[in-house]
């Protein structure tokens, strides 16, 4: 049996993610009160039921933009998402429930976020990879498995007197954060949204800011999910580039995820051969290529809203023209419908 989720059984969603080897953070059932209170997004929820035992969850966000299209996304501003279930059955009436959903609300594609190939029969994007990585309980073999090169630049930050923070808001993150995407040519999200993922989430979501002699340099918001710790949101000023605050702020993620006893590093999703993609490389990651899986509903071909399509260059480029405080305000408009 489909049921529509409600707030009352968060307990038992979560429940059955944090039991699922596939379960992921984004298939939270908080994500639903975090979409909804920052970006006015319609979700749907879905679980399935067996003798009073749930045996899958979906997770979908719609997505409707004049700029950007109309989709259904399970996860929207999410790197995972998808079907969650525990057999065949409950695994295929959540997928006919889904399209069915596409169709009722005449979206353009129906998109599902999933690490490994669960539609074979649907195309999916070749662009993403995440990147993962198992940490050793010893810190000093954490940091001796970054390769030379990368090594150096997390000394180096130790060397000029960089140190980490936990910060209770997210005030000096958003600064950080909204300078590097405006500087990438990126909308930058509202400030509320990451104030929202901070009330929600409490002491699952972090953020770590980097002070040198008092200064901000760089921050970081992540989000701990059983054993694994998950840098997701995070920038840096001017001053981080010679001062290599991003390579330290990273180290610190890791060796304060380890004190806690986190085992797996997931340094998050990159489009292949970007900057990102590269920088996490060099760290030692191996890219897992990521399976966003599509159903073509009125599309004739996989939607391709992001900043490699050609046809954004142009705004791309002018966008890193704008004077930050603009960006901000602006930004925020754009970025509800960029999930």
Known sequence: MI???EPAQSERW?????????????????????IKQAFGHNTYYYYTEQDGEITGIL??????????????VSNAFCVYGGIVASNDEAFSALQTQAQQLARELGVDSLEMRNRQQCHSDWPHKELYVTFRKELDPDVEKNLNAI????????????KAGLVSVIDDNVERLHRAYSESVRNLGTPVFPKKYFQ???DVFGENCEVLTIEHEGELVASVMSFYFKDEVLPYYGGGTDA???????????????????EKGCRVFDYGRSKIGT???????????EPEPLFYEVDLVKAKQIPEINPLNPKYRLFIAAWKRLPLPISQLVGPWLAKDLG
Request: aromatic letters at 16%; a positive charge; glycine letters at 8%.
């Open 196 to 198: 929202i993922l901070q």
């Open 3 to 5: 049921k529509l989720f």
């Open 147 to 158: 390769p030379r090169k990368q090594r150096a630049m997390v000394r180096a930050g130790i």
């Open 275 to 285: 900057g990102s993609y590269r920088f996490k490389k060099h760290w030692g990651f």
């Open 59 to 72: 997770p979908l966000t719609h997505v409707n933009s004049l700029l950007f299209g109309n989709s259904l």
């Open 14 to 34: 979560d429940h059955y993610v944090m039991a699922a080897a596939d379960g992921s953070f984004f298939h939270l059932a908080a994500w639903q009160q975090v």
């Open 240 to 258: 981080a580039r010679d001062l290599k605050g991003n390579d330290f702020m990273y180290w610190e993620v890791m060796r304060r995820g380890v």
